[in-house]
């Protein structure tokens, strides 16, 4: 077990993973070198070692898509990094959330939690911004922001009154029904799912 670091003595790359800090979903893989890894820590956003271009990359120079590092581990061997960020835009090249989304054996369950979720937010912003004839979030939009905050009271309230009388699949849809407009609610004032984690994240002891 080490505990001084990566072991860069035994390899001059080192692979690291990158996973969001809040969803726990697995964003990239890339590698670093000894200063990649240096630079990461002192400026406290992802710098890697491009292998094609053979030079030092910091992840989003280019593209404006940074990755704020918030935690830095390594295995029990020192020759794997795993890097905890808060993403600022997509991550892959293609533009979509993750590099991963090719899949060979899907979960049992079709899309993992922190996948629907992502899904869930990434629709309700597109509805929100487009405005789509037939929509229920354009609906809601056209309501404004008072009618957005009222629909969560709604529906907070039947949450408090399912656990007394509903089945356990009605409690669900009630929970999820709030969920929902919660997430309309966030995206219309210009807030994220990730900053109320985090803000959970800091009331943890």
């Known amino acids: 077990m080490t505990s001084d670091g990566p072991r860069w003595d035994l390899q001059p790359l080192i692979p690291a993973i990158v996973q969001d800090l809040n969803t726990r979903q697995v964003l990239m893989t890339a590698f670093m070198n000894q200063e990649s890894y240096r630079r990461t820590l002192e400026s406290g956003q992802a710098w890697f070692w491009s292998r094609r271009r053979k030079e030092l990359w910091h992840k989003g120079a280019t593209s404006g898509h940074f990755l704020n590092v918030r935690g830095v581990n390594y295995d029990c061997d020192g020759d794997a990094i795993l890097l905890l960020v808060e993403p600022e835009g997509p991550v892959c090249h293609t533009i979509a959330t993750s590099c991963f989304f090719n ?34 979030v354009s609906g809601l939009a056209a309501g404004g922001l008072d009618r957005m905050a009222k629909k969560v009271g709604e529906e907070a309230t039947e949450v408090v009154i399912a656990p007394k009388h509903a089945a356990p699949g009605e409690r669900t849809r009630e929970m999820a029904d709030l969920w929902l407009h919660c997430y309309v609610l966030l995206a219309q004032i210009g807030l994220r799912p990730e900053d109320v984690w985090a803000e959970l994240a800091r009331r943890r002891k």
């Open 103 to 136: 899949t060979v054996i899907p979960p049992p369950n079709g899309l993992t939690a922190a996948e629907t979720a992502r899904e869930l937010w990434d629709v309700i912003r597109q509805r929100l911004a487009e405005r789509p004839e037939g929509s229920y």
